[in-house]
Every structure is written in structure tokens, then in C-alpha cells.
């Protein structure tokens, strides 16, 4: 088969979606699903991830993000109609307004949870830390077996994460290339895991600063590199994740709860809100940040129920 019937195989697939897409009344609440998860990503101690599995929709995304790492593999075989077959078999009309409701919510959020982060760390973080625990608790709720093993493996990631977090790296001065790559792939990694955020742990690490400087001086080179590594990190990890939830499916979950309960270390306000892991003792603004934080815990419960009917549907695609 030539180009031109490749061509011709990816058009019909995609003019298929895109007509599935036209009438799919699903479509307005994946867009707000995605600008929830990109306001989500904002947020040091918060990732997309945690938005999407209270959402529901946390395994049909890794799903179809493992589908699109198995489209590009075969890519880079060579493989003109398995990529086509594998590329056109991911759920464009989930994640197409999934992705543009994420980059929605980046544009139009950055500066106001920025300027709140700066002039209102500690309600702020109330808040934040009152979604994070809402969304424990309905994590919770979707484990069938809470049996002494899954309390094990969640307490002890719990742990692990806890002492994570309150690690902070010096900046790397002078990274070579192959550090900008595992940066991107390590960034990646944690912003599609539930409680753990990417630009966090390029600040543990050392590299998120000299990141900024490689954005702000335009080294198309370096950040090339770094987006090589995102892709790459992305492929492999999602493949994992996906097979881990097919085949160990509670177990996984309660190590995603396990991270969540973590990353809570980020998100207490006292001091300093998010801008420090030290933790201390409620004294000030006591009363406001607790009533955020009680608003925020019962809002994830209501945000639990914006789920369209097709939610727990998982993209299964052979790409073997």
C-alpha cells in the first residue's frame, strides 16, 4: 500500500471522529474536565492526575495516552499502517476536548493562581489542600478490596512520598543535554500520577530553574531535548501505568491514594503556604483557612458527579 492509501486510511478514521465528535453531547463536560486538570497543573503539590481520577476518567486517559505511545512506536518502525490503525484508534472525541480544555485553562489561569500563590499563600494552600483531601476520600470509595495488603501498600507510599516532597535540590548548575532529557521524562512521569506535581519535582531535582532560563532564552535545542525526553518518559511510563491498572487494578490505586496523602505535606498552609515544605503549627488565619479547606473537601464531592455516562469506558486497542 502507498502513501496516498495511508492517506486515504487516516482521513476516513479521522472524518469519522470528527463526525462522532459534532453530535457528541459528552463534549462540554470534557472540556471542563480538561480546563479543570490544566488549572490543576498550576499548582505545586497538585497534578492533573488527582483531577482525572475523581473525575473518573483517570484510566481511560492513561488508556488512550498509552494507545498514542503504541502509534508512535510503530512510527518509528516504520510502520505506515499500524501507525495509521493504532493513531485513528484513540478516543479523539474524549481527548481532543480534553487537551484543548487543559491548554485553556493554562492560558487563562496561569496569572490568577500565580498572583493568589504570591499575595494569599496560606488560604490558598487551605484550599488546595481541602481538594486533595476531598479527593483521597473519593479515591478511596472506588477500591473493592481494602484489605491489610492495600493499607500497606498505600501507607507506605504515603511514607515514601511524604519524605520525597520535603526534599529540595540545589540547582544544577550547567546541565548537559542528557539532564534536560531525563528532567522532561521525570516531569511527565509525576504530572500524570495523582498528588504529584511535574514543576515540583523539577524544583527537587535542581532543574526547574535551569528550564525557565532555556524558555525565557529561547534555546530551541535544549527545550527540543527536553520534549524528546517528555515524549519518551510519557511512552514508557504510560505503558506501565496502563498495564498496572489492567492486572493489579486496586493494588495501583491505593498506591495513587498512597501518593495523594503525600503530597498533602506540600499543600499545609503554616507557614508558608506552598512555597515551603516545612511544616508548622496552625497561628494565624486559623479560622478562614480551616473554612476553605471544608468548602473545598465537600466541593471535589460534588465535582465527583460531573462524570458523562461513557466515563468508565477504557480505550482497548491490540497493538501488539
Given at each position: 500500500?502507498?502513501?496516498?492509501?495511508?492517506?486515504?486510511?487516516?482521513?476516513?478514521?479521522?472524518?469519522?471522529?470528527?463526525?462522532?465528535?459534532?453530535?457528541?453531547?459528552?463534549?462540554?463536560?470534557?472540556?471542563?474536565?480538561?480546563?479543570?486538570?490544566?488549572?490543576?497543573?498550576?499548582?505545586?503539590?497538585?497534578?492533573?492526575?488527582?483531577?482525572?481520577?475523581?473525575?473518573?476518567?483517570?484510566?481511560?486517559?492513561?488508556?488512550?495516552?498509552?494507545?498514542?505511545?503504541?502509534?508512535?512506536?510503530?512510527?518509528?518502525?516504520?510502520?505506515?499502517?499500524?501507525?495509521?490503525?493504532?493513531?485513528?484508534?484513540?478516543?479523539?472525541?474524549?481527548?481532543?476536548?480534553?487537551?484543548?480544555?487543559?491548554?485553556?485553562?493554562?492560558?487563562?489561569?496561569?496569572?490568577p493562581i500565580t498572583w493568589l500563590l504570591e499575595h494569599h499563600p496560606r488560604p490558598t494552600a487551605g484550599v488546595f489542600f481541602?481538594?486533595?483531601?476531598?479527593?483521597?476520600?473519593?479515591?478511596?470509595?472506588?477500591?473493592?478490596?481494602?484489605?491489610?495488603?492495600?493499607?500497606?501498600?498505600?501507607?507506605?507510599?504515603?511514607?515514601?512520598?511524604?519524605?520525597?516532597?520535603?526534599?529540595?535540590?540545589?540547582?544544577?548548575?550547567?546541565?548537559?543535554?542528557?539532564?534536560?532529557?531525563?528532567?522532561?521524562?521525570?516531569?511527565?512521569?509525576?504530572?500524570?500520577?495523582?498528588?504529584?506535581?511535574?514543576?515540583?519535582?523539577?524544583?527537587?531535582?535542581?532543574?526547574?530553574?535551569?528550564?525557565?532560563?532555556?524558555?525565557?532564552?529561547?534555546?530551541?535545542?535544549?527545550?527540543?531535548?527536553?520534549?524528546?525526553?517528555?515524549?519518551?518518559?510519557?511512552?514508557?511510563?504510560?505503558?506501565?501505568?496502563?498495564?498496572?491498572?489492567?492486572?493489579?487494578?486496586?493494588?495501583?490505586?491505593?498506591?495513587?491514594?498512597?501518593?495523594?496523602?503525600?503530597?498533602?505535606?506540600?499543600?499545609?498552609?503554616?507557614?508558608?503556604?506552598?512555597?515551603?515544605?516545612?511544616?508548622?503549627?496552625?497561628?494565624?488565619?486559623?479560622?478562614?483557612?480551616?473554612?476553605?479547606?471544608?468548602?473545598?473537601?465537600?466541593?471535589?464531592?460534588?465535582?465527583?458527579?460531573?462524570?458523562?455516562?461513557?466515563?468508565?469506558?477504557?480505550?482497548?486497542?491490540?497493538?501488539?
Amino acid at each position: 500500500m502507498g502513501c496516498r492509501e495511508y492517506f486515504a486510511l487516516a482521513r476516513t478514521g479521522w472524518q469519522g471522529q470528527l463526525a462522532s465528535a459534532a453530535v457528541n453531547r459528552d463534549t462540554p463536560i470534557h472540556l471542563l474536565h480538561g480546563f479543570l486538570m490544566g488549572a490543576a497543573d498550576i499548582i505545586p503539590g497538585v497534578s492533573g492526575g488527582t483531577v482525572a481520577l475523581v473525575l473518573g476518567i483517570y484510566e481511560r486517559l492513561v488508556a488512550n495516552v498509552r494507545t498514542g505511545a503504541a502509534s508512535l512506536a510503530r512510527l518509528a518502525k516504520a510502520d505506515l499502517r499500524g501507525f495509521w490503525n493504532t493513531f485513528a484508534a484513540i478516543e479523539w472525541v474524549f481527548l481532543g476536548p480534553l487537551v484543548i480544555g487543559i491548554g485553556v485553562a493554562v492560558i487563562a489561569m496561569a496569572a490568577p493562581i500565580t498572583w493568589l500563590l504570591e499575595h494569599h499563600p496560606r488560604p490558598t494552600a487551605g484550599v488546595f489542600f481541602g481538594l486533595i483531601a476531598g479527593s483521597i476520600m473519593v479515591a478511596w470509595h472506588l477500591l473493592t478490596e481494602r484489605d491489610m495488603f492495600r493499607g500497606v501498600v498505600m501507607v507506605a507510599t504515603a511514607a515514601i512520598a511524604f519524605f520525597i516532597l520535603g526534599l529540595r535540590g540545589g540547582e544544577v548548575a550547567d546541565p548537559s543535554l542528557l539532564a534536560f532529557f531525563a528532567a522532561g521524562a521525570l516531569a511527565i512521569c509525576a504530572m500524570i500520577l495523582p498528588g504529584v506535581s511535574g514543576s515540583f519535582i523539577l524544583l527537587m531535582v535542581g532543574m526547574y530553574q535551569p528550564l525557565l532560563e532555556s524558555v525565557h532564552e529561547r534555546s530551541a535545542g535544549t527545550l527540543l531535548v527536553f520534549i524528546v525526553g517528555a515524549i519518551a518518559g510519557l511512552a514508557l511510563f504510560s505503558t506501565l501505568l496502563n498495564w498496572l491498572l489492567d492486572h493489579h487494578h486496586d493494588t495501583m490505586l491505593a498506591g495513587l491514594i498512597g501518593l495523594m496523602i503525600g503530597s498533602l505535606r506540600v499543600l499545609w498552609p503554616w507557614p508558608d503556604g506552598t512555597e515551603s515544605t516545612v511544616l508548622g503549627r496552625p497561628d494565624a488565619q486559623v479560622p478562614l483557612i480551616v473554612s476553605l479547606a471544608v468548602v473545598s473537601y465537600l466541593a471535589v464531592f460534588a465535582l465527583s458527579r460531573l462524570r458523562p455516562g461513557e466515563t468508565s469506558m477504557r480505550a482497548d486497542v491490540k497493538t501488539g
